[in-house]
């Protein structure tokens, strides 16, 4: 992502569809994550990066549950996870468990019908592995 361009705040609650006034709570709340650059008479502008990382406090409080205090332990704690962890809104890790669910259930059962399968299996379980580090 391009961090050269700046946001505006309103432009920032449009795209994330949040009033502007949550978004100077979270400043006050998150000042390690979002670091918005004052202009002339003191409006807010908003890099690329802080915009990725309002959209994933976002993620984390509306669609994960968690709370502010638990975002600021990932924060603190060097966990904050990236917007790449997230596919549409969703945590990857949350995809991928059922998959690798259904894969186990083959191999407790022996229902593999061939080596490829197994193979498959073993990529997919170390692909998981890499998701979830």
């Keep these: 992502m391009n961090n050269e361009y700046f946001l505006s705040i309103n432009d920032v609650a449009k795209k994330l569809d949040l009033p502007a006034h949550t978004l100077r ?3 006050k709340q998150f000042p390690v994550a979002v670091k918005p650059t004052t202009g002339a008479g ?3 502008y908003y890099r690329a990066e802080t915009v990725v ?5 976002k993620k984390l409080l509306y669609s994960r549950g968690m709370t502010i205090a638990g975002v600021k332990k990932l924060l603190k704690d060097g966990m904050f996870p990236d917007s790449s962890d997230f596919i549409d809104g969703v945590d990857k890790k949350e995809i991928i468990k059922p998959v690798v669910k259904k894969k186990l259930e083959h191999v407790d ?16 379980l ?3 592995r890499a998701v979830l580090k």
């Design 25 to 27: 709570y979270w400043e």
């Design 42 to 44: 003191g409006r807010r």
């Design 53 to 57: 990382a309002l959209e994933t406090i």
């Design 109 to 124: 059962t022996g229902l593999f019908s061939s080596t490829s399968e197994i193979d498959q299996a073993i990529d997919l």
């Design 126 to 128: 170390e692909r998981a």
